[in-house]
């Protein structure tokens, strides 16, 4: 079992920046492939982006990509979330989830252990 507890959400004007963590469990950290979800008031649950076990590759999100930054430290069993020109609609709890697999995905249902999440609001 794992679990994984995010932090650092927050309110931010619109350009500005956040940097999420996700702390988790367990000695199988770094044998686990880490994603971040957000999810908005009336919409789905989303991909943001993923990063492999060793954090040498990562996928995000097109409306996302050039401002989000995942990375991860094993050491720490931490992975993070940089969030820089944010956007209001960018607004949303974001979620951080670990999967069981050894391949990095944007897909939701492949991830097995999920945080409560953190709610980030961007102001204009």
């Known amino acids: 079992q794992v679990q994984v507890v995010e932090s650092g959400g927050g309110l931010v004007q619109a350009g500005g920046s956040l940097r999420l963590s996700c702390a988790a469990s367990?000695?199988?950290?770094?044998?686990?492939?880490m994603g971040w979800f957000r999810q908005a008031p009336g919409k789905e649950r989303e991909f943001v982006a993923a990063?492999?076990?060793?954090?040498?590759?990562?996928n995000y999100a097109d409306s996302v990509k050039g401002r989000f930054t995942i990375s991860r430290d094993n050491a720490k069993n931490t992975v993070y979330l940089q969030m820089n020109s944010l956007k209001p609609e960018d607004t949303a709890v974001y979620y951080c989830?670990?999967?069981?697999?050894?391949?990095?995905?944007?897909?939701?249902?492949?991830?097995?252990?999920w945080g409560q999440g953190t709610q980030v609001t961007v102001s204009s």
């Open positions: 367990g000695r199988t950290f770094s044998s686990r492939v």
């Open positions: 990063i492999s076990r060793t954090g040498g590759t990562t």
């Open positions: 989830a670990a999967t069981n697999g050894v391949v990095i995905t944007p897909a939701r249902g492949n991830y097995d252990y």
